[in-house]
């Protein structure tokens, strides 16, 4: 497969995905370069996984852990779409989040968040980022914001939160007009610890 024409259309989806439009300002904002280590969870159906992966590749790695194993069994068969990308850069695991990075410390350059309560995973977590490592919270509700906004206020150098609109154009002879618009994905809360 051609790895620059990996589109999300091409991912059977069992959640509603993060879009390519969130998947590129993510993967951006993080700073992701080859060689980073990631930590995502909330893996769904591996698009942003996949996004993640073809950055870090060859000597980085993306460790995805996902709590509902039919999710997590479809984005293994999504990420093999990706070939040697995915054996060498990619690790998925079945499990929660707060066990998982309980604990660790200076493990990852970033970590990408897509779950509920996106804040008790934070809480626990942050310490696995390396020094100026990156962190990424996809959140579909206000409620959420604020929520990771409180446990990332105290800790993090830079902070931001944004919600991404594409509107599409409708380019004829007569005229340019408005398009088909695609309005709320989520919100998204970016930190630098």
Known sequence: MDLDRLKVSSFERVTRPIEPKDSGLITERLGLLPGHRVFESGVGSGFLTASMARIVYPEGEVVGIEIDTRKLEKARENLEQLGK?????????????????????????????????????????????????????????????????????????????????????????????????????????????
């Not at 991404?164 to 309005?183: C, D, F, M, N, S």
């Open 85 to 193: 990308v995915y054996e060498k850069s990619v690790t998925l695991k079945h499990g929660d989040a707060r066990e998982y990075l309980e604990g660790l410390e200076d493990e990852f350059d970033a970590m990408v968040l897509d779950l509920p309560e996106p804040d008790r995973v934070l809480e626990v977590g942050l310490d696995a980022l390396k020094s100026n490592g990156k962190v990424a919270v996809f959140c579909p509700f206000f409620e959420q914001v604020r929520a990771v906004w409180q446990v990332l206020e105290d800790r993090c150098t830079w902070l931001e939160a944004v919600e991404l609109i594409e509107r599409k154009l409708q380019v004829e002879k007569r005229g340019i007009r408005p398009g088909r618009t695609l309005g709320h994905t989520g919100f998204i809360v970016f930190g630098r610890v």
